[in-house]
């Protein structure tokens, strides 16, 4: 008996290294056929640990935080060969998608200063690959209101993508930490403090009020604000980890990254190393275990109430587990979940998968909920116009109101990345206002041809980068978290977007209130 039971488990173990064996192959083999790496793909300036930010204030991380930038320009920008040095390349000087060249480069951590005496202070954290660019606009909306805003810098985005192979989350926790003791000394308690989190960062945001619930030593958040959190990653992200070994051999380095591609974005990371996907899951891993260990012990009400922004269609996170993994398990304290629908009024037809179709009723049924539920969609049959249906805390009628903005012309659904900017943004927005220039409009590019021809795949040109629910978005944040009520926003409220314009230039962006 033992003995047919030691040889199927040596069978198994030679199948498993033998599938091990074949997965490898194949892994070094798909690699090396992609483009070689680049001296941004080799190159990570050296941050400080999470010992060394748990150590430091917001003065020294910003000083650090210099050194690391004036490397970059040393050991990138000025050893780029005459191939590299071309227009679309973000780590070329004379390149209009260089950001030294602009106003402001918002590849580096910042704080926007109310006119007066703050009322309050709030932290935001941007998204993996990311930078503190992408909650600018919602640190501004809370600026303008009175409140000092924190956006800091995780460490390893804003350089180089090398910098994200050497990345550990438990450094993107400690600066989530930094950044909340710099908002408190600026906006001492009483005055609220709200905490913004943008993807990776929203489950940074999750973690850090875990942590402050079991730990009196850190200041506790008032209010959570989520966009697109990444509470539940892809099943591959679980595996990440092996899809990077044969880059232990040098021979081998392109296999540390799962996608190789040109920097023209001058503020976020086009390539992406395996170590990325690594760190996400390993956050999002401790934040599920930590739940879990947190609902055991009855130390769940401790947590502040929670708004969260997530598209029905998201490719990065797992939408379902929004709801499974985190608000079904969230105290009753005035929650509230927004979910953004596909447009049912676009005529894609057969073109739009019946798992499309089919997604917000499979992972939002009908039924009594511990919290707000509003869902942005069609007002109706044949018309582009968004309403919201909205599901109050232990209830189950709906309540619709028109929401006078509309799903723009051809846009079948939100995306991942799109929550967190308006139309009107320069670099994202479908239709750019012109009042920065940032070298190119990414959002606003309708790309026809044939393909090979341009340096990125059309895939990448086509995701919706911006939110034409973004009034609506910045509406919810002033009813949750009780703002003044906001003055009229750029974006507009009485009529479909247009087609994007030819976007216009000015030499500086417009500013108001103070920054440093």
């Known amino acids: 008996m033992w003995t047919l039971i030691s040889k199927a488990a040596r069978w198994s173990a030679a199948l498993l290294a033998l599938m091990l064996v074949i997965f490898l192959g194949a892994r070094i083999y798909l690699s090396e056929r992609g483009p070689p790496l680049d001296l941004w793909h080799l190159y990570a300036p050296a941050e400080f640990s999470a010992e060394e930010i748990e150590a430091t204030d917001w003065a020294g991380f910003t000083a650090k935080e210099d050194a690391l930038f004036r490397s970059l320009a040393e050991n990138v920008g000025q050893k780029l060969t005459p191939q590299e040095r071309v227009p679309f390349n973000r780590y070329f000087e004379e390149s209009p998608v260089w950001p030294g060249r602009f106003a402001r480069d918002w590849n580096r951590s910042y704080i926007m200063e109310p006119a007066g005496p703050p009322a309050g202070a709030v932290v935001l954290l941007h998204g993996l690959t990311d930078s503190p660019y992408s909650l600018r606009r919602i640190a501004a909306h809370y600026r303008d209101r009175g409140f000092v805003a924190v956006g800091i810098r995780l460490p390893g985005h804003g350089t180089t993508p090398a910098a994200l192979t050497e990345a550990d989350w438990r450094q993107w926790l400690a600066a989530t930490k930094l950044s909340v003791r710099e908002a408190r000394r600026r906006a001492p308690a009483p005055l609220p403090l709200d905490i913004v989190g943008f993807s990776n960062g929203g489950a940074l945001a999750m973690k850090y009020a875990l942590d402050a619930a079991a730990d009196g030593g850190l200041a506790q958040a008032d209010r959570l604000i989520l966009v697109s959190p990444m509470v539940g990653v892809t099943r591959f992200a679980r595996f990440a980890g092996l899809a990077g070994l044969p880059a232990a051999l040098p021979a081998f380095a392109k296999a540390a990254w799962l996608a190789i591609m040109p920097e023209f974005n001058p503020f976020k990371y086009n390539s992406f190393p395996v170590n990325g996907a690594r760190q996400a899951y390993r956050l999002t891993d401790a934040l599920s275990r930590q739940m879990r260990a947190a609902e ?42 927004v979910l953004f629908d596909v447009n049912r009024n676009e005529k894609f037809g057969p073109l739009l998968r019946a798992s499309a179709d089919a997604r917000l009723s499979e992972i939002a049924p009908p039924r009594s909920r511990t919290y707000r539920l509003a869902i942005v969609e069609n007002a109706g049959k044949g018309t582009d116009e968004a309403q919201e249906r909205v599901v109050e805390a232990g209830q189950t009628d709906a309540r619709t109101r028109r929401l006078g903005l509309f799903y723009p012309k051809g846009v079948f659904s939100l995306s991942h990345v799109a929550l967190p900017f308006p139309l009107t943004d320069e670099l994202y927005g479908l239709t750019p206002d012109g009042s920065e220039d940032f070298g190119v409009t990414l959002g606003a590019l309708a790309p026809r041809g044939e393909r090979g021809a341009l340096i990125v795949s059309l895939d990448a040109l086509l995701r919706m980068s911006s939110n034409p629910f973004f009034p609506y978005l910045l509406e919810r944040i002033d009813a949750f978290t009780g703002l003044p009520a906001a003055p009229a926003e750029s974006e507009t409220r009485t009529a479909p977007p247009p087609a994007p314009p030819p976007p216009a230039r000015s030499r500086a962006p417009k500013r108001s209130g103070r920054q440093t």
Do not use: C, I, K, W
């Open 296 to 337: 055991r012990e009855g130390t769940l009400g401790r947590l502040p109430p929670v708004l969260t922004f997530q598209s029905v269609m998201d490719a990065t996170v797992n939408t379902r587990s929004v709801l499974t993994d985190l608000y079904d398990h969230l105290p009753e304290n005035g929650g509230e979940l």
